[in-house]
């Protein structure tokens, strides 16, 4: 029995011992399991992830040994395209300096050059200073008979007072102011058709002093055609009233235009824009209130046809001026 006792100890202890280490077998597989599939455990030991470092250093290896069997060593003896092109840009064939000189390149200055900052005509300035001389000369010399054409242009008074006077417009001041008129007009002329770059068969101080001698030649012939008409229609009297206002009107516009051309062409290019279209503001603006004035008064005086002045209107005063305006291509 105790022999029995003995066995029955013995086979017990073994299958406990079978039991152990089919346990730790298992443990171990669940270890080994979550190392291949850490995704689906999400648990590692120290023991893992020292697996899973030990096996992508193999890969990596791996990898470097593949690149070292497929991946060859360049062949020294190849022609190198960088050194060629060095040796073609700085060999002197024939002693050939000026052919290699060619195919360096240009050397670039350190400095931002920029451009040309574009100048104006510099004849324009003696121009401008001449008509402020000029117009300094009349201020000085003729003061009285510039002060009363200036009353004129705002005072009907001073108006009927210069109409009852024929020796104005037969003296020196008047032919002055004249002249002053037609020079600053045909700069003003001059500067617009630069401003829109308008390109004719003269340039320069050539077609200034054609401008000028055109614009002074219109309205010369303007004042020419009236006078006849006068005449033929028996209307002397209220065409020279209408005359004399017309000359006023242009003494006046060549002292409002010339600070404004002086202004226009001593600027840049920017603000003609401003001046041109200013100037013809005040042009219609003067020309309005003198119309005004006198049509008030002719009406008021002498009763005729109004189509009578809306054909004079478009004969002698809107169509010159587009002619005018054409025939500049403005």
Same mark, same amino acid.
Request: no cysteine; proline share 5%; charged share 20%.
């Given at each position: 029995m105790i022999k029995l006792f003995f066995v029955f100890l013995g086979i017990f202890l073994l299958s406990q011992t079978t039991v152990f280490a089919q346990t730790d077998t298992s443990?171990?597989?669940?270890?080994?399991?979550?190392v291949l599939n850490h995704d689906r455990y999400k648990i590692l030991d120290s023991v893992s992830l020292a697996h899973n470092k030990a096996i992508k250093d193999s890969l990596k290896n791996i990898g470097d040994s593949l690149a070292f069997v497929w991946i060859k060593a360049p062949d020294p003896?190849?022609?190198?395209r960088f050194l060629d092109s060095i040796i073609n840009t700085c060999k002197i064939e024939k002693l050939d300096f000026t052919s290699w000189s060619k195919k360096l390149p240009k050397k670039m200055s350190q400095y931002n050059e920029g451009k040309p900052r574009p100048k104006g005509e510099s004849w324009i300035i003696a121009v401008i200073l001449f008509l402020t001389i000029f117009f300094s000369i009349i201020k000085s010399i003729f003061s009285k008979e510039l002060l009363a054409v200036l009353q004129s242009f705002y005072s009907n008074r001073m108006l009927s007072q210069i109409n009852k006077?024929?020796?104005?417009?037969?003296?020196?001041? %008047? =032919?002055?102011l004249y002249l002053l008129f037609g020079l600053t007009i045909g700069m003003y002329l001059y500067l617009s058709?630069?401003?829109?770059?308008?390109?004719?068969?003269?340039?320069?101080?050539e077609w200034f002093i054609i401008l000028s001698a055109l614009v002074i030649g219109l309205f010369t012939l303007k004042i020419i055609a009236l006078r006849l008409l006068g005449?033929?229609?028996?209307?002397?009297?209220?065409?020279?009233?209408?005359?004399?206002?017309?000359?006023l009107s242009y003494f006046n516009l060549a002292i409002i235009f010339l600070p404004l051309v002086i202004a226009f062409s001593l600027t840049s290019n920017h603000y003609a824009g401003i001046y041109i279209y200013l100037a013809i503001l005040l042009l219609i603006v003067i020309f309005l209130w003198? %119309? =005004?004035r006198v049509g008030l008064n002719i009406l008021s005086n002498y009763q005729?046809?109004?189509?009578?002045l809306i054909i004079y209107l478009c004969a002698l005063e809107i169509c010159p001026l587009l002619i005018l305006l054409k025939v500049l291509r403005f």
């Open positions: 443990q171990s597989t669940i270890k080994y399991d979550t003896k190849r022609p190198n006077e024929d020796n104005l417009f037969s003296s020196w001041p %008047f =032919l002055f058709g630069r401003y829109f770059k308008l390109e004719y068969q003269f340039s320069g101080f005449f033929f229609f028996g209307t002397q009297k209220l065409v020279k009233e209408y005359v004399s206002v017309l000359y003198q %119309f =005004l005729f046809p109004k189509v009578y």
